[in-house]
């Protein structure tokens, strides 16, 4: 017993302290799944009005959790068959996803406004994804995703939007205004309280279905992992 309990804290404080590609610390999740979405750019603006907010974004899936959705897709100078059964997860994010998590780009540009284009044909991808399809320069390649092409405008370094234990999946990240149901809140560690409160008042003006909740990425990280953790503070006392 004392063996494997060894191995189970081992395990945990490993996994605790493993980078995750992103700065969890004081970045907040809020889901969105009520909010009208003509109404998101108008919120990120009023969340901004207090100084403690320093960056917003959103995704359709909620760190730290499974990405659910993925694509079989063609892709340039890669053979259709050598492709024919395999897949990418794909998650949705909108311009400001990068920024407020503060993943590293290893190549190219974010999307970015500048570029009309983005809207509706460019993609970024992850490090994973570029080595899955064997790509030595990226940018500029497309990949066809149900039928439509895109571009790739820029490689982010792997990260981990799944669980610790997962390895991280090749990533096709696609800009959207739609089906974007979690937001990224990026505040700073002074004035807590007033900040929270700010950001919940603004929620109840702009949904009023649904009570606001709140829980910061570095708990949701922890809670994930309590079983673990749990049984390694309970047995390492003996």
């Known amino acids: 017993l004392s ?14 302290n493993k980078t995750l590609g992103i700065n969890k610390e004081m970045l907040v999740s809020i889901p969105m799944q009520t909010m009208e979405r003509t109404k998101l750019a108008s919120f990120k603006e009023e969340l901004f009005a207090n ?5 917003v974004g959103a995704s359709n899936m909620k760190m730290p959790g499974w990405i659910s959705n993925s ?3 063609k892709a340039q100078d890669v053979e259709s068959d050598e492709e024919a059964l395999k897949t990418m997860k794909i998650i949705r994010i909108d311009f400001d996803f990068f920024p407020a998590t503060e993943v590293e780009f290893a190549n190219g540009r974010n999307f ?10 460019a993609i970024i ?7 899955q399809l064997e790509w030595k320069d990226p940018l500029g390649k497309w ?5 439509q092409k ?8 792997d990260f981990h939007f799944e669980s610790l234990h997962r390895k991280i999946p090749p990533t096709i990240f696609i800009p959207s205004s739609d089906w974007l149901h979690w937001l990224y809140v990026r505040i700073d560690s002074q004035n807590l309280p007033a900040t929270l409160q700010h950001i919940q008042k603004k929620y ?6 649904r009570d606001f909740s709140f829980s910061f990425l570095n708990d949701d990280i922890e809670q994930q992992y309590l079983t673990e953790k749990k049984f390694t503070q309970t047995y390492t006392l003996f």
């Open 51 to 55: 100084v403690s907010i320093r960056k």
């Open 71 to 73: 694509t079989p897709y």
């Open 112 to 121: 970015s406004p500048e570029f009309p284009s983005d809207s509706s044909s």
């Open 204 to 209: 109840s003006t702009f949904v009023t279905n």
């Open 125 to 131: 991808l992850n490090e994973s994804a570029v080595a």
């Open 143 to 147: 990949m066809e995703l149900n039928g």
């Open 3 to 16: 063996a494997a309990t060894g191995i189970v804290f081992q395990q945990w404080e490993f996994m605790k």
């Open 150 to 157: 895109y571009n790739v405008v820029g490689i982010v370094r």
